[in-house]
């Protein structure tokens, strides 16, 4: 399959700054793999290396084999969405989308054609003539999007591209965007701070922190087993334990209680954690796990979300709706069978 887009051992330096750390991956030919991590753990650097705007210190980049690190932008045969559109103020939509075709000096009756296409696919074929000052925000990234496609290109690469919309028309414009995406089996490369985003989005995720990776995989098997701390909390709400410890009998002693766990650790310290679902409230003939303070519950439509104190370690647990809880006081506690997830600490 073509567009299998690599990247090897990628470094990049701002003075002392370290933007990117011997990073390496392989994408996901024709799927859409989102790059997320907060602001400055090195996900712009790494698209803008991949898009050939940045220059790396050392590392490569691969397309089929090619090595395309001293490639030219605009020879890599990419189509790439910022945040902020870059359009062209003084062209019309159709124009816009056009512009790359006009470049590659393709004619003005296929460019036409072509534009048409994507306007199309994009949604806007009424706003071809307009000018670009005169449609929303929303509907310049959907020409920014249209421009891109319009080269055919080899692989895509969005940057932040709804960041700029407010909430409702990121909802709209993200649902529509992974149809598109899925549609095109493009092989697209998608950065974003937005878990929720990354998550619609990406078929594959990779999380990046201080210009590493620190876990790529699918959605589901990082939210699942996630390789440390900071994945943990950054893929869903999770309540962490940085210092629990695996016991020689295979049970895990957190700072409040000591229970079975699951995940492969030897015996010695390790980290430990419970995402807010992992807790039920036990009944009154059941034995308990451990016993906790409520110090505020919300109710939140399908389930409530409960702020508890166990010991002196606050911890935030979800129930169903339907759920009866004290609204003050003490909750008996269980943890779910496999519930307790624990791995091996990562090296320093
Ligand atoms: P992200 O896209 O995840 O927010 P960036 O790749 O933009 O992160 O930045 C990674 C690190 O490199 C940050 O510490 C940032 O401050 C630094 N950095 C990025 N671009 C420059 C630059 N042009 N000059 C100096 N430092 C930079």
Known sequence: M???????????????TAALQRV?????????????????SGKS???????????????RVFLDGADLTRVPPEKRGFGVVFQNYA????????????????VRGVGKAERR????EMLDLARIPHLAERRVHQVSGGEQQRVAVARALAIRPRVLL??????????????????????????????????????????????????????????????????????SPFVAGFIGAANVFPDAEKLSDGAVRLPFATFPANGTSPPG??????????FEVAREDEPA?????????????AHMRVQLRAGDRPLTAEFPAGAVLPSSGSLRLRVRPGALYIRANPEP
């Open 2 to 16: 073509t567009g299998s887009l690599s990247i090897e051992n990628l470094s990049k330096h701002y003075g002392a």
């Open 24 to 40: 390496s991956h392989a994408f996901a030919p024709g799927r859409v793999t989102a790059i997320l991590g907060p602001s400055g």
């Open 45 to 59: 650097t790494a698209l803008g290396i991949i898009a050939g705007l940045l220059a790396p210190d050392v590392g």
């Open 87 to 102: 359009l062209f103020p003084h062209l019309t939509v159709v124009e816009n989308v056009e512009f790359g075709l006009r």
């Open 113 to 116: 054609r072509r534009a048409g």
């Open 158 to 227: 969005m940057d932040e591209p709804l960041s700029a919309l407010d909430a409702r028309l990121r909802d709209d414009l993200r649902a529509e965007l992974a149809r598109l995406l899925r549609e095109l089996a493009l092989t697209t490369v998608y950065v974003t701070h937005d878990q929720a985003e990354a998550m619609s989005l990406g078929h594959a995720l990779i999380v990046m922190n201080r210009g590493r990776i620190e876990q790529a995989g699918t959605a589901e098997e990082i939210y699942r087993a996630p390789a």
């Open 269 to 278: 310290p390790c980290w430990a954690m419970l995402r807010p679902e992992a």
């Open 289 to 301: 796990d451990f016993a906790a303070r409520v110090e505020s519950a919300f109710f939140l439509g």
